[in-house]
């Protein structure tokens, strides 16, 4: 098979780019990619071991001269957000991704392109094979499910790690060190129903409202930037097309992951003669001023309502207000912030799913905060959502923040060999979205050590969206860096 990125430096990580992204790894489903990490580790002798969760870890002995260097551990994750456009046939069960090289980018063709993590698991893997370049012990940690709650890093014995400081590869950006985090939560509401006969058909329409082309973006990253949240926006169209309230939802759905605003929702909904002729009348006037309120943020956003085939079976009134009131309800977007200057968020939820199952209807919204008492209270307020609307509730996989270790001297140890070999000292940084970093270093803490942590990163853009794009000498930069930090550690 002909190779795309053949001519891209630095070769050896573009060539293990490419390798992974024709192996499928969406979350969940990362037994093939991890099968190769482990055959990759066996032909060239490394020490490697597999857990029940499919997480590999990777040891190398130091180089000549390197032995009594502190162990370092890098770290990233195997999967990634699968995510197409509208029309595309991609089957990301099977089919590579579609590399393109688009000027100074590498992306996907219509799909999401996985640089969310493969560029961490590139890196590792070109270190890995480079018997030239000086290093100390290394040990590296790729993980499975990262992005649906991180449970491959919550499955890793801690025992396996045995490093004294840890840097992480998960970092969308390039310009500094990465050395906190959110952590996170996934909650799930359903609305338990049945779909019930519609009867009185000669009185009834049925209308089809759909919303697409919002921005979307990553749910940490961009959660600040106030766009637009399909599902809620969805959950206010219907509420303000229905004043009386009497719709009933013949079919809902939207937004594909959790962990991504959604940029795309749609709903059936039944209605009276009467009342479906004044929610067309309405409409026309009120996607505007949706349009208007979104127009910054979410300029292509596409708003449609027309008659449909009306059918025999719907939600109940009951069911379909329960949800509306959910949609309203359910902390969503960002709910405070981190500094005076109001540039980091502390604490945000995305509405993130709404489908429909067997049981009824099941709204997912994932959960991240800076600070362990805010993602107390906003469980809470979660909770008492569901309770006021007489909902079955729960929430799993709570991940700690990565709190700022102010007596590590890790970070500036990695500020000094930044600047010399870039030329400038990069400042700290604490971002809103979730990083395995801090799962790791309470792991270690839980056994009487100390892991010393950051990340480094590299320039993607839009990721979790088909519009995911990595700047290519980005990659090469990061791999030069890398490779002075193992040099130099001490």
């Known amino acids: 098979m ?5 001519d891209l430096k630095p070769e050896n990580v573009f060539f293990f780019f490419e390798e992974i992204s024709r192996i499928p790894r969406n979350s969940g489903d990362e037994q093939a990619v991890s099968d190769y990490l482990v055959e990759f580790a066996k032909k060239r002798g490394l020490k490697v071991r597999r857990d029940a969760a499919l997480n590999v870890v990777i040891d190398k002995p130091a180089s000549p001269g390197y032995e009594d260097r502190p162990k370092v551990i890098l770290q990233g994750h195997m999967d990634m957000v699968c995510v197409k456009n509208p029309g595309v046939e991609h ?10 090289i688009d000027g100074e980018f590498l992306r996907a063709n219509g799909t999401s392109l996985g640089a969310d993590d493969g560029n961490a698991v590139a890196l590792c893997l070109a270190i890995l094979d480079n018997e030239e370049a000086p290093h100390p012990p290394l040990q590296v940690i790729l993980t499975t ?3 649906i709650g991180c449970k491959g890093a919550q499955a890793l014995d801690a025992s396996m790690m045995d490093g004294d400081y840890l840097i992480g590869l998960d970092y969308s950006q390039d310009t500094n060190i990465l050395v906190s985090c959110a952590g996170s939560t996934t909650h799930f509401f359903r609305v338990r129903g049945e779909k019930e006969a519609v009867e ?3 009185d009834k329409r049925a209308l ?32 303000a097309l229905d004043p009386n309230g009497t719709a009933r939802f013949a079919a809902i759905s939207g937004g594909d992951k959790k962990n991504v605003i959604p940029f795309w929702a749609e709903a059936s909904v039944v209605l009276s003669k009467k009342e479906a002729e004044a929610a067309l009348k309405a409409f026309e006037s009120l996607s505007e001023e949706v349009k208007r309120e979104y127009q910054e943020t979410d300029p292509l956003m596409t708003l449609s309502l027309c008659e449909t085939k009306l059918p025999e079976f719907a939600w109940s009134q009951k069911t379909t207000q329960t949800v509306l009131a959910l949609l309203d ?62 909902t079955e509730y729960h929430n799993e996989g709570r991940t700690p923040a990565w709190e700022y270790d102010k007596e590590s ?15 400038s000292r990069p400042p700290l940084n604490i971002i809103h979205a979730e990083v395995e970093t801090g799962l790791f270093v309470g792991k270690v803490k839980a056994q009487k050590r100390k892991l010393e942590a950051v990340n480094l990163g590299i320039r993607n853009y839009d990721v979790h969206t088909p519009r995911e794009r990595l700047e290519i000498a980005s990659l090469g930069r990061a791999y030069t860096l890398l490779l002075k930090v193992l040099e130099e550690i001490h």
């Not at 089957?91 to 393109?100: H, M, T």
């Not at 995305?350 to 800076?370: D, P, W, Y």
């Not at 890790?410 to 030329?423: L, M, N, T, V």
């Open 2 to 6: 002909e190779r795309i990125l053949k």
């Open 91 to 100: 089957d990301f069960k099977k089919d590579p991704i579609p590399l393109v």
């Open 145 to 147: 499910m990262e992005e």
């Open 200 to 202: 009185e058909q000669s």
């Open 208 to 239: 089809l409202l759909k919303i697409g082309g919002l921005t979307s973006g990553h749910s940490g990253i961009e959660i600040i930037k106030g766009r637009a949240n399909a599902n809620r926006l969805l959950g206010e169209l219907v509420s």
């Open 329 to 390: 309800l359910i902390p969503n977007g960002l709910q405070n912030y981190l500094d005076a200057e109001r540039t980091l968020t502390k604490c945000s939820g995305n509405l993130g799913i709404v489908q429909e199952t067997e049981e009824g209807i099941e709204l997912i919204s994932m959960v991240r905060s800076n600070s362990e008492y805010e993602h107390d209270q906003i469980i809470r307020r979660m909770s008492r959502a569901a309770a006021l609307t007489g």
């Open 409 to 423: 001297g890790f970070p500036a140890q990695i500020q000094d060999i930044w600047e010399k070999e870039r030329g």
